[in-house]
């Protein structure tokens, strides 16, 4: 009884050498299975899953502005869907797109938001000290020049009896 109600998933991503090598080393996998192939996600799809990893992002910018970054992830991703289908077409190769690469490119983007962040951050942080160090040395060429004139009328004093 257990063996006739046993089912098991296995997922494999048709990307790269692997999916092939495991069907020619183990052919009862293929022959003895049914394949679902996957439809493209709809770019609402693509939408709603970079809402779901973005929203909660910690990001510098506008709810407006942060809105218009979420929608044009799924809108790149669909729009990389769409060249893979005309990469095919041209060259006669196959190219996949799947969610693992999509939620690879938003983490990616991620990365490269903050690595961005703080080198702006270290700029910026930069820029300020060097801006409180030229404040201060205005305040000091301020002072020295008022002792300056100070000195300079104690000076004219003696040049004169001289």
């Not at 998933?9 to 990307?15: A, K, T």
């Not at 801006?131 to 000195?151: D, N, P």
Request: aromatic residues 12%; proline residues 4%; positive net charge.
């Amino acid at each position: 009884r257990v063996r006739k109600n046993l089912h098991i998933v296995l997922c494999f991503s048709p990307v790269g050498e692997k999916f092939r090598s495991r069907a020619l080393k183990f052919p009862g996998l293929i022959s003895g299975c049914t394949m679902d192939w996957f439809r493209p996600w709809p770019r609402d799809a693509l939408i709603a899953v970079s809402r779901y990893f973005l929203s909660s992002y910690e990001m510098e910018c506008t709810t407006q502005c942060k809105d218009m970054i979420i929608e044009s992830m799924g809108t790149y991703q669909d729009i990389v869907s769409k060249s893979c289908i005309d990469y095919f077409e041209m060259f006669r190769r196959q190219t996949h797109v799947t969610p693992k690469s999509y939620l690879s490119f938003l983490n990616g983007y991620k990365g490269v938001y903050k690595e961005k962040y703080d080198a702006l951050n270290e700029l910026a942080t930069r820029m300020n000290s060097g801006l409180q160090k030229l404040l201060e040395a205005t305040e000091s060429v301020g002072q020295l020049s008022v002792e300056l004139v100070q000195k300079d009328k104690d000076l004219a004093i003696p040049s004169k009896e001289a």
